[in-house]
């Protein structure tokens, strides 16, 4: 299979596979749509390790992560869940959104970030200790918007950290490109209108223009579908529903491409 595409913005391959030698788990923070979930992809398959992502939500519980007992006719028989297989097996486990989960998910990977390495599945009594190919990677959306949740310093300590943001617009433009085959220029003018967009925090986004918003407008743009329309629908349409922003944003990217 081949790599999947990921353009680095700083120095995160050499930070992340440091980490993954040392037995040290790293935690993915910035905004949605910045490239977090590719660039675990891109490490995983560089690493040749097995990737296991679990998204979590608000119902996500460490039951889900670690196993549960199920019925098989009369009997009742243990099942991994994808964190167990993960710690058994060797793989990378992507946490991703991890602050959404329930609580006991934060206690349940605590022994698993610090020397211990361990998993304890107490529905078994039993301890599970990670094969050395084991690496957790957690992703956390910081938040600087009202309507997200926090993760406690007594967890985020536990992590390396990589801030992910909007890469420069050279490097923007050309991620547009090598990802949809869209041309140079329109690339340029979506990643303009994007930095146009993220400066006007008067509009009062929860969240503003992510790089995946740009790449769904550069693809529908490079299948055909008019330039302004694919802006509206990809970029202005996601980010409110409030109608007097949402014609202030169309009026300045009508104006910009
Ligand atoms: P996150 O996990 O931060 O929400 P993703 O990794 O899903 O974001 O990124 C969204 C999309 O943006 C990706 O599918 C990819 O098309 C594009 N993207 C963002 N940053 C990069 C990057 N540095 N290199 C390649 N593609 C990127």
Redesign the pocket.
């Known amino acids: 299979m081949s790599a999947p ?5 700083g120095k995160e391959e050499d930070v992340f596979e440091h980490a993954c030698k040392n037995n040290l788990p790293v935690l ?1 923070k ?10 675990v ?1 891109y490490m995983a398959h560089r690493l040749g390790r097995q990737l296991i992502t679990i998204s979590c939500h608000e119902e996500t519980s460490s039951t889900d992560l670690v196993g549960r007992f199920l019925l098989k006719g009369a009997e009742t028989v243990w099942q991994d869940g994808p964190l167990t297989a993960g710690v058994r097996t060797g793989a990378i486990v992507y946490l ?1 959104e991890i602050a959404e989960a329930r609580p006991d998910v934060i206690v349940a990977i605590h022994p698993l970030t610090d020397h211990r390495r361990e998993l304890f599945i107490d529905k078994l009594g039993e301890s599970v200790k990670a094969h050395p190919n084991f690496m957790l990677v957690a ?1 956390f959306n910081p938040g600087y918007q009202k309507g997200f949740k926090e993760l406690k310093p007594s967890t985020r300590q536990r992590f390396v950290a990589l801030a ?1 943001t909007y ?1 420069a617009p050279d ?1 923007e433009a050309n ?1 547009l490109v ?2 949809t085959g869209v041309d140079a220029t329109d690339a340029q003018k979506l990643v303009r209108i994007a930095g146009k967009v993220r400066t006007l925090t008067e509009l009062g986004l929860t969240e503003t223009v ?3 918003l ?2 769904d407008a550069a693809r529908l743009i490079a299948g055909g579908l008019p330039k302004r329309l694919a802006v509206k629908v990809a970029v202005v349409e996601p980010l409110t529903d409030d109608l007097e922003p949402v014609a202030a944003l169309t009026d300045l990217c009508n104006l910009m491409i």
């Open positions: 595409y990921y353009h680095a913005t993915l910035g905004p949605t749509g910045t490239g977090k979930s590719r660039f992809e991703d992703s992910f890469p490097i991620i090598q990802e992510s790089t995946r740009l790449v």
